[in-house]
């Protein structure tokens, strides 16, 4: 059995908050595809939670799994690309409310790629701090 082993360091914080700053400004009024009407409120200490954890499972997959680095942009662009694609199947729509239900799954999940592209780099650029 694999023994996950976990640990707050600099890089966990520094990705988690960069993460939720780029959620901030993604889901934030003044964007062009912002609409109140389908992206509701943000519930920010759920959110910062929800952060930590996926900086935890990114970290784990990146020491173990995948290696990435902020040199070489393609592998992170990649592995972002695939933990997107899975979330894109686990979490599809489902249910159609409206004519705007796939335009919107599609920039949520454009949002979660930019997120994780940007944790990825933050975790592998602050590893060093450790």
Same mark, same amino acid.
Request: include cysteine.
């Given at each position: 059995?694999?023994?996950?082993?976990?640990?707050?360091?600099?890089?966990?914080?520094?990705?988690?908050?960069?993460?939720?700053?780029?959620?901030?400004?993604?889901?934030? &009024?003044?964007?062009?595809?912002?609409?109140? $009407?389908? @992206?509701?409120?943000?519930? /920010? %200490?759920? +959110? !910062?939670?929800?952060?930590?954890?996926?900086?935890?499972?990114?970290?784990?997959?990146?020491?173990?799994?995948?290696?990435?680095?902020?040199?070489?942009?393609?592998?992170?662009?990649?592995?972002?690309?695939?933990?997107?694609?899975?979330?894109?199947?686990? &979490?599809?729509?489902?249910?159609?409310?409206? $004519?705007? @239900?796939?335009?919107?799954? /599609? %920039?949520? +999940? !454009?949002?979660?790629?930019?997120?994780?592209?940007?944790?990825?780099?933050?975790?592998?650029?602050?590893?060093?701090?450790?």
């Amino acid at each position: 059995m694999a023994d996950i082993k976990f640990s707050v360091s600099i890089a966990i914080v520094a990705a988690a908050i960069i993460g939720e700053i780029v959620s901030t400004i993604w889901y934030s &009024e003044v964007t062009p595809w912002h609409s109140r $009407g389908w @992206s509701g409120p943000r519930y /920010f %200490w759920s +959110a !910062v939670v929800c952060d930590l954890g996926l900086a935890f499972i990114l970290q784990y997959i990146m020491r173990n799994h995948w290696s990435a680095s902020y040199h070489d942009w393609e592998s992170v662009c990649f592995l972002a690309l695939a933990i997107t694609t899975v979330y894109s199947c686990l &979490e599809a729509p489902h249910i159609v409310h409206n $004519g705007h @239900s796939m335009g919107h799954f /599609f %920039w949520h +999940a !454009v949002h979660k790629f930019v997120q994780l592209f940007v944790m990825i780099m933050v975790l592998d650029y602050a590893k060093r701090y450790n």
